[in-house]
């Protein structure tokens, strides 16, 4: 059961233009959202988080959008550099409590190439 | 920033041995720490959350007794693998977490590999 979906495996970008990157989840009780970078050999790095009673948060070049209504949500990377290619992963988690308190639900990621 | 250690990075031992495993938060006191593992192109799965001297808890289909985790203190926590075999060969990663609503931060991660 796959509770947070990244239906696309991969994307690629022109340096410049802006990137979108997609996520989906079934879990209604999740209500705290985040996007983790991840290169290889590294463990994942947090980039950005968003609760459930915001639908927007903004730092400097990355925009996370969440809409709750059709539990999706979405990081727009703008302008992308080549740099940020990477693996691109959003978590879930319900952080009302019980044993599950904290417990992130990761997507599957996306493969994020940027191209110069 | 937040920075998490993981150490050893890679490791590589014959069946049967005990392995351990350390996380470390660097320069944050960390009152719950998570240890994931991930199989080949799989997501991280969540294997047990840890609170800083209490009892781990595991999430279901992991066995406590094989897979010990132990959070003495508010920047470090360990996961031992015990007798371990071939098929516990896997990448794990531990996170930490300040408080309640803060992001988890990832230490590198551990390649296990059991001969």
């Known amino acids: 059961d796959q509770q947070v979906k990244q239906n696309s495996p991969s994307l690629s970008v022109q340096e410049g233009r802006i990137s979108i990157l997609n996520c989906d989840y079934t879990?209604?009780?999740?209500?705290?959202f985040l996007w983790y970078k991840k290169y290889p050999a590294e463990g994942p790095t947090f980039l950005i988080s968003?609760?459930?009673?915001?639908d927007k948060n903004e730092d400097g070049r990355f925009t996370v959008f969440l809409n709750k209504s059709a539990k999706h949500l979405s990081l727009h990377i703008v302008p992308s550099q080549p740099g940020d290619s990477a693996v691109y992963f959003c978590?879930?988690?319900?952080?009302?409590?019980?044993?599950?308190?904290?417990?992130?639900?990761f997507g599957q990621g996306t493969i994020l190439t940027v191209h110069p | 920033g937040a920075v998490v250690s993981q150490h050893p990075s890679r490791v590589i031992c014959k069946s049967g041995t005990s392995v351990k495993i350390e996380c470390r938060s660097l320069?944050?006191?960390?009152?719950?720490m998570f240890w994931y593992r991930q199989f080949p192109k799989k997501s991280l799965m969540l294997m047990a959350t840890?609170?800083?001297?209490?009892?781990?808890?595991?999430e279901q289909g992991v066995e406590k007794d094989k897979f010990l985790i132990n959070h003495a203190s508010l920047t470090l926590s360990t996961l031992t693998v015990t007798s371990a075999h071939p098929e516990d060969s896997s990448f794990y990663i531990c996170?930490?977490?300040?408080?309640?609503?803060?992001?988890?931060?990832f230490g590198d991660g551990t390649r296990l590999s059991i001969l």
């Open positions: 996170s930490a977490r300040r408080e309640v609503g803060q992001p988890q931060h």
């Open positions: 879990n209604s009780m999740f209500d705290y």
């Open positions: 968003i609760s459930s009673i915001k």
């Open positions: 978590a879930a988690s319900a952080d009302a409590g019980g044993t599950s308190y904290g417990k992130l639900t």
């Open positions: 320069d944050f006191q960390a009152t719950t």
């Open positions: 840890s609170n800083e001297g209490s009892k781990a808890t595991y």
